[in-house]
């Protein structure tokens, strides 16, 4: 009866030390796919954020936050990738790039997806909720932490 004992509990503490490594090594993989596509400087951003970042701020915020790779990595997420096109629509890039997030961020839902029709664009877009935002940005900025600390 003891020896059953200690096998169910060495057979518990084996699956759980095997999902915590596969755990770890997955989310180090993660961590990596994201640290391979670093935005160091402006030009790594996407067209729609290049755009965004010279309506949306000064020249001397511009200047600032070119010298914050995390801030830029994560404002290109937001302007560029927190959102996609709608199922069904094909787009010119010359159209994608008339796709103001701004104007629709407000509409935004905590946990599902919204989808908005872009007048501008003529486009339709599926804005991700703001649990994913958090999540993907939260993603970014320990990629850059992890990286600067290294």
């Known amino acids: 009866m003891v020896v059953n004992r ?15 490594l596969c755990f770890l090594t997955i989310t180090s993989i993660a961590i990596g796919q994201i640290a391979q596509t ?13 755009r965004m970042m010279e309506q949306a701020f ?6 600032e936050i070119e010298n914050s790779p995390e801030e830029l990595a994560c404002l290109n997420y937001l302007f560029a990738l927190s959102y996609e096109l709608a199922p069904g629509e094909t787009a010119l890039r ?3 790039m008339l796709f103001n997030i701004e104007t629709y961020k407000n ?3 905590v946990d599902q997806h919204v989808t908005v029709y872009d007048e501008q664009s003529g486009l339709k877009f599926v804005l991700y909720s703001w649990n994913e935002v958090e999540r993907s940005l939260g993603t970014i900025r ?7 600390s290294n």
């Open 6 to 20: 200690v096998r169910s509990f060495n057979s518990g503490v084996m699956k759980k030390l095997t999902f915590i």
């Open 38 to 50: 670093t935005i160091q400087q402006k030009s790594d951003c996407a067209a729609v954020t290049q």
């Open 58 to 63: 000064t020249i001397n915020r511009q200047l």
């Open 94 to 96: 010359s159209q994608r």
């Open 107 to 109: 509409l935004r839902r």
């Open 142 to 148: 320990s990629a850059y932490q992890l990286a600067s």
